[in-house]
Nanobody, 130 residues
Framework: QVQLVESGGGLVQPGDSLRLACAAA????????AGWFRQAPGKGREAVSC???????????YYADSVKGRFTISRDRAKNTVYLQMNTLEPEDTAVYYC????????????????????WGQGTQVTVSS
């Protein structure tokens, strides 16, 4: 069974940084598009950041307006891991963060509908509070 193993969540203060990691246990990220979704208490799940291929170009990377300029999605091919670097965290970023993977690439800087992703991580809690 394919596994996405997430790590890096925790409790931080406003203005702090965290880096979430998503390691793929049974496939190579090179062949998958990736993304991060989050779900805050009492709210629906929302897209945070996605990349539609491995180029990392602006044309293939999406960020929600609420995180643009603060969060960065990236890949380490040697470690077969996708990251979400989160800087200047705000209380509104408090949520469970999920890593997602879809076989193959697509064109454009947007996230696919949630149901289009093939695999989901177990989620990691991020809490931003003073």
């Amino acid at each position: 069974q394919v596994q996405l193993v997430e790590s890096g969540g925790g409790l931080v203060q406003p203005g702090d940084s965290l880096r979430l990691a998503c390691a793929a246990a049974d496939f190579t990220w090179d062949h998958f598009s990736a993304g991060w979704f989050r779900q805050a208490p009492g709210k629906g799940r929302e897209a945070v950041s996605c990349d539609s291929d491995i180029s990392g170009s602006d044309g293939s990377t999406y960020y929600a307006d609420s995180v643009k300029g603060r969060f960065t999605i990236s890949r380490d091919r040697a470690k077969n891991t996708v990251y979400l670097q989160m800087n200047t965290l705000e209380p509104e970023d408090t949520a469970v963060y999920y890593c997602v993977a879809k076989r193959g690439y697509y064109s454009g800087s947007y996230c696919l509908p949630q149901e289009r992703y093939d695999y989901w991580g177990q989620g990691t809690q991020v809490t931003v509070s003073s």
